[in-house]
């Protein structure tokens, strides 16, 4: 390290070049903290959001961004237990929620109030990080803490994922990936819609049962209805909404859930729906904002059970930062864009 | 009964007059059914709806209109079980929904597609009918079925109903009235929303802590989670919806729970919600269209217990149906408004 | 049918001689009913007890045993909408208990007080019946009613069956393989329990990730513990008990759920634990007893989606009966033991 | 303070004698600690455990006793941001845990493994403490860490306290009381069985609405089935067991909950249950281990909204800590044992 190590900063807001590379002094460890060697870090649309000033949690000034990313524990205060140098780790979306319900006082998030990823090193509280599985590459391990806990949290904590259910996805970003491998992994079936046909192979081949178009197809809750034996889908993760939400709506069952992430709110969206659309229906509507930490843990327990392989869409060398950010906000991503470390 | 009986049919739509008095062959018990005497039954939101045409399920011609009545058994088949002449009973608003989840072929409802209760007498399968409280007057018991059930499924099954907990109620009618009067049971704290400040203390002697007023106040939301330390309502029975919507998003908790009536859909209804009110809210929404006949049994045995007195707007003769029906769809009421047995 | 059909009849208890086969008149529908030309018919510890009358529920005289069966419709009553002849169909084990809870006047039980499946023909009212999923042999389909429905209670209305957890089983009766098929759908990590190592390759085969010997292995509930990296077995299906109770709550996983199924008891059992058994666990014990018609439906539906083949030990000739029960009743079974229809 | 300060240390086991009062230093707060000034403390059975080494999780040697007490805040780390001085404030019985499920890393316990309450001065972590009702006296407010949150876990997270349901105590100690006051404001029926006649009068003003001597009656079992109806009680709070568990599963009704405590463990424990008192029942049982922080916090907030007030048996002053011990120990108390501050 020699006094300085290496990271970004989201100096200005709006555009990728706000977020600009810098020597920061060395990380030492207090007493409960643990330094982690960066390895790789992924993004998510919530980067994008904190870039654009359009996310709730209004960013602190010059943090490291990205929440997501795994790196190898270097060096540990006197008072940590959890780990020791060698392990490697992840961290926790909101680093201090640990279970149970989050309330205003753990509202601090890696990448955003607090220093994230895209950095050489970060220095982190050992009850923020967790072990990852062994069998992850490290550009897979650095794509858990919020688009796979997302996904868990969606699909593992409705109630409504088993075997003989339906589970609709969304889009294939990482969210969408994921909650396709998960509701696989509890037994479900999957109908996948994607906006383009060329993905409906890999979407099958990473479990979709069906795939359905919903930019060529505007009804496509009906379609999903079709698919079902006219029941509909007993979950709908909601990764695109809101204008997708009334043919989300129309694709549920009687008792169906639509998960609908919470960053799929700000300022400019808008919900609304056509009375038609649910005036018959009992279904309802779960929010979800990532996850606590012993959901991490749990989402990791059935990964390594199942040696579930997360989906990269490409790597970007640590130095393409911009780059990597660019490609993500064009969107037609199949997958987690990762940073890979200093 | 020499041979004839007095019912009003459903003849035609849209008007009241559509609702007539007629003379039918008196009914004979079938091997499982029972023969009611009607002693008074009472108005929904709902048979407005079906005589005006926008209620999700169409009514069978010339039906007898209302779900809810009382009467007491003045004949049994040979086969029934469960009742004996001298009892005295309501009837279960989806006839056939037992217990657990409703499906289709359990849809046929009282006063829609099945005979209701604006008649003399009404014959009804023994499994369609329950018990009433015995401290209830005639008037109080002819007010469970629908109204009652709707206020015990929002409040009973949402699991939010808890000492230390809020409950957001909106508006005058049966079913805000039965869930202030349930959310008390359930030891919750209560604030009721009027557009009528004149009704404030009626609302307060029936357990209200709060009274707001919703029509005075456009950012009630706020208003109610001012009283509730910033914290919002546990628990909204959105009864006017869905243009209060918004609002009830605002004035709900993190972790709250909104119920939203199935009948407040219909073609002409649509949801609009603007992303700030949703943003960064975990609320849930949860639909609800009455009940079982489990939920009934259980509301009875509740109000049994605590001797609870459901409220009666106004009462009206038989002969006077139309002018409660006019009554009832002008809107202004606190409580039920019930029409004496013939 | 000629007037006469064959159908085995309970006329006197604890001796399977007493169960006789016999001519009867041919049954006729009711306008609700459903004539069934029965295929084949399984047996369960259930028809063990009945026989022996340590089943809770006493036996109608002379009624035709077992619960477990499939066959075509061959004719339906004047009134009959959910079935035509040619369909194929099996019972619901609580013939009337359709949803939610059961009550006391829904205990009528197909085998005990409703005749059962042991016959040519069986009559049942059409709400008593749904469809078996298309896969299934005649044989595996008369396996779903008693035995597949236990399994699936335990299994999928635990809230404990999800990836990443682990269930343990007990033995290799029909409910334990079920059990094991059913635990790996939900994704979980499964241990089984046999008393015979011989076994151990086909509980492998059929899913178990792990066997161990509970005979050979006293303190079992350890060895459990180990295979668990010492958090012990999220879900105990607990086949075999009350004798085995003790080490199941020692195999338990700390917020772990035991699944005791209510046939366990009878008159000459007893629960002995000691209390250092208990001392320290969090885990809750949660009975089972069969399921409604909507369990046996979302189970089919599962089958049916998973192509899951149940496992068959043995299949006897009609005629053979006796030899039938005897063989089950001497235990070492792996799977059902099946009757062919006349 | 004076530099020094007394505190009561458990120096040697099996004898009250052993628990003496010392001068220690004055302690200091760290950046992240609070300093109270104990005003009351209370016992609990799992205090006499720790005393005479019955209990699971041993105690440090030399450790302040007790972890029920309330006090003042006198002094703030420089990092403390949850109070400030003049606060009044308990403590979290399991210190570190805050919500969801407890692991093995939040075991630690005021009064076993941490100093507790049976001092003049109290060091906590601001996160082990959290604000106490208002109305509530210092020796009310004494005895919430433990007694209170072990019957509001039972009650408030049974999923079974709702109007209309009857929840079954037994006996008079401090859970039982806080339990049947919970019951009531949860709106249940309770049935309190108390050993002692002379009891009852103090059990019905308490809100029992019906009193039984499980003493005087051995088959007290079917006394609380008669006395509901034949349906059994929903919840049975056994604070006795687990000689009692029999006439509990006898008691409880077809899906009811006896909820065990985990205390009622230990080696000389023993669970024996005749067949015949579960063969027919699907009652579950739950564990409960006292509670999080976020069900104090819970039930903090009920107790506010509903002014209730704990029983206090008999309060001792400071100096007469052992006679307070002998008074608790001897049994025969009607709520709980308080120790008044130094």
């Avoid at 056509?274 to 009992?282: C, E, M, T, V, Y």
Wanted: charged share 25%.
């Amino acid at each position: 390290m020699e006094g300085h190590v290496k990271a970004y900063q989201l100096e200005t807001f709006n555009n990728v070049e706000g977020i600009i590379l810098r020597e920061r002094d060395e990380p030492h460890c207090g007493p409960t903290d643990i330094l982690v060697r960066v390895r790789a870090a992924s993004l998510n649309r919530r980067d994008a959001m904190i870039l654009d000033r359009s996310y709730p949690l209004p960013a602190r000034p010059n943090v490291v961004p990205l929440s997501d990313g795994v790196g190898e524990v270097v060096a540990v205060g006197g008072n940590v237990t959890r780990f020791k140098p060698g392990d490697r780790v992840t961290g926790s979306y909101f680093a201090r929620w640990r279970d149970g319900r989050i309330s205003p006082d753990l509202i601090d998030q890696l990448g955003c109030t607090l220093d994230g990823m895209l950095a050489e090193y970060i220095l982190m509280d050992e009850q923020w990080a967790v072990d990852v599985p062994e069998h992850l590459s490290r550009e897979e391990a650095a794509t858990l803490t919020c688009a796979g806990v997302t996904a868990w949290s969606a699909v593992a904590n409705s109630g409504a994922a088993m075997p003989g259910n339906t589970v609709l996805t969304l889009g294939t970003g990482g969210v969408s990936l994921y909650a396709i491998q998960f509701a696989k992994m509890f037994g479900c079936r999957v109908i996948a819609a994607t906006s383009r046909n060329e993905k409906a192979d890999r979407l099958r081949a990473l479990g979709a049962d069906e795939v359905i178009n919903h930019a060529a197809t505007p009804d496509w809750g009906n379609r999903v209805r079709e698919l079902t034996a006219g029941l509909g889908a007993d979950l709908v993760v909601e990764t695109i909404g809101p204008d997708t939400l009334e043919q989300s709506l129309i694709a549920a069952s009687l008792y169906g859930q639509i998960v609908l992430l919470i960053t799929r709110g700000g300022k400019a969206s808008r919900i609304e729906i056509d009375g038609s659309a649910w005036s018959s229906s009992l279904a309802s509507i779960r929010r979800v904002f990532v996850g606590s930490r012993a959901d991490l843990e749990g989402m990791n327990r059935a990964i390594a059970a199942h040696k579930l392989r997360p989906v990269i869409d490409r790597v970007f060398p640590f130095g393409d930062a911009h780059e990597a950010y660019r490609h993500f906000m064009r969107g037609d991503v199949f997958g987690k864009v990762v940073i890979a470390g200093a």
